[in-house]
Structure formats: C-alpha cells, structure tokens
C-alpha cells in the first residue's frame, strides 16, 4: 500500500503523485493502440483466409500452384505467371536499389562532411516522397520510350517489367540507403581505429571492417527492401503490363500480382464470384511472401547482430 504525503509548504499531494493518474491514462492509450494494431492485423488475417479459402473449395491448391496459366475466363487459375512477373520486377528493382543504396549509405556513413550529408539526405527523402504513380508515369513515357531508342522498339514492349523494375529501384533506393547509413553508423569508432592503428586506407576500413561488422543491419535493410518491391503496386500496374502472362523476358509485358489486383478489382466484378475471390488468394501469396521475408530478416538479425558497448 501506498501512503501519500503532502508538500510542507502547500499542504497538496507531491507532483510525482498527482502525475500517477496521467501516467496510467497514458498507460491505457499505449496499450489500446497496440491492441487495436494487433486487432487490425488479425482481422486482416481472418479476411484474407476466409476469403481464400471460398476459392480454394473450387480451385484446387494443386491447380493453384502448379498451372502456367492464369485464365479466369475459361477456368485456369495458375498463381506462376503473376508470381513471376514480381519476381521479375522485384529482382531488377534490387539490382539497382542495392549496389547504389550500399554505396550512398557508405558514402554518407564514412566520407561525406556534416554540410554535405545534410544537403544529400533532404534529397533522398524528396525521392521517397514522391507519389508512386508518378514514378509509374515516368516509367511509362521516360524509361521505356528511352529503352525503345536505345535497344529497338521489336526488342522493347510499350510495357515491360524491366523499366517498370528500374524505376522501383529508384523508389525504394532511400529507404535501402537510409538504412544502411544507420547500420553503418552504428559500428563503433573504436573498430575503424584499431584497422587505421594497422595501417589500413579509409576505403579498406569501410569495405573490410565497418560493412562485415553492419551485415545484420544492412541484410535487414536489404529484405525490407524487397519486401518493399514485392509490395508495390501502382509503378507496375502502369508500365508492366496488363495480362497475365509467363515469360522470362523481361522486356515484354507481364502483370504482377499487385498489378492484377488493382487491374480486376477496378473493373466489374460481382462481389460473390471466383474472380472476386481469386483476389483475395494473390493477396494471401503476397501476405505470406512478406511475412517469410520479415521473419527471414529477423532471424538474420538476431543470428548475426553484434552488441557493441
């Protein structure tokens, strides 16, 4: 049991007891908003699996997951296509995001002066603050007519997963390089001057010592940006195409998994039939491709994360 003294001079309650009912309140909202998050996420769950689990009592998971072909017109309802155009769009998005994120971050991380870094990272965040249709348009009428002029226009589709690719790669370059920069900075000075103590250059430092000691942070980085790509949905449903299709040139046009979403759910759609339900089934593929990349990034994390003291 608690007692409660009052102030010699006023005769109230101290400030530290008078705070208590505000820190409980406070208490409470913190707790309601993460039971509202937890909430959402179950609800969003129990949708997606109720949903699916009408379509796959007329399209068998065997048929899901082994056809090439998506056709829901005659009946054919092969996740491959779809699943292969993201995967497309999503590796050639990492292509460029990775190797520029990683040498940004360390540019930032290990040359770059307070001014400069305080001038580069504003422009980073315009980049990720820009609408992603945007980035589709550009995709759309820059990139792809540039790759037309460059490669031919019987090589390059009007629509293609590769300029559709590079351009994600441009969206989610501030997040992979942000990331990596705190991974970065995160390793302690000490490790940088013990490898100048032996003789090693600066690029030698960054490169042998500060990236292997980030490698927790900066795979963590990585996979969410992945996740990221795999996720996106308006830059491909605008520049890689509009029909399912099984191709492994990327320069033709494919539909994502995204893409198709909002392709047949913006169109007429009766809200009990499959095609309606087959929505729901991508939707789940793309929930638990995303949850294995969180999950595989979390163990990364703690497998291979460092403490420094």
């Known amino acids: 049991m608690h007692e409660t003294f009052p102030d010699a001079r006023t005769g109230r309650l101290s400030l530290a007891k008078r705070a208590r009912p505000v820190e409980a309140a406070i208490r409470g909202l913190l707790s309601v908003s993460a ?20 379509f796959f009592r007329e399209v068998g998971i065997l048929e899901f997951l082994g056809s090439l072909e998506w056709q829901p017109v005659i009946g054919d309802f092969g996740i491959w ?3 292969n155009a993201t995967l497309t769009t999503s590796f050639f998005a990492m292509l460029v995001a990775l190797p520029l994120g990683l040498m940004v971050a360390i540019y930032l991380a290990e040359y770059a002066s307070d001014r400069v870094r305080e001038t580069l990272k504003p422009v980073l965040e315009v980049l990720a603050g820009i609408p992603t249709v945007v980035y589709g348009y550009f995709a759309l009428a820059t990139v792809t007519p540039f790759l037309r002029s460059l490669l031919g226009t019987e090589l390059v589709g009007v629509y293609n997963t590769f300029s559709a690719g590079i351009v994600m790669g441009i969206l989610i370059l501030p997040l992979v390089s942000s990331m990596c920069e705190d991974a970065l900075s995160a390793v302690p000075r000490s490790l940088r001057e013990g490898a100048y103590a032996m ?12 990236v292997p000691a980030a490698f927790s942070g900066l795979a963590a980085a990585f996979i969410l940006g992945l996740s990221r790509a795999v996720g996106e949905t308006m830059i491909v449903a605008l520049a890689a195409g509009a029909g399912p299709k099984f191709t492994l040139n990327p320069f033709e046009p494919a539909e994502t998994m995204t893409g198709h979403i909002v392709r047949i759910s913006g169109g ?5 039939s499959i095609d309606y339900r087959s929505l729901f ?3 789940l593929v793309l929930f638990l491709v995303t949850l294995a990349l969180n999950s595989l990034s979390r163990r990364i994390v703690a497998k291979h994360g460092e403490v420094y003291e």
Not at 35 to 54: D, K, N, Q, R
Not at 201 to 207: F, P, Q, S, Y
Not at 268 to 272: G, K, L, Q
């Open 81 to 83: 296509p779809l699943f």
């Open 268 to 272: 007429d759609i009766s809200y009990d």
């Open 35 to 54: 039971a509202i998050s937890v909430l959402t996420t179950l609800g969003i769950v129990v949708t997606l699996g109720t949903e699916s689990w009408g």
């Open 199 to 210: 003789g090693a250059t600066k690029l030698e430092v960054a490169t042998q010592v500060v």
């Open 281 to 283: 089934a991508i939707a």
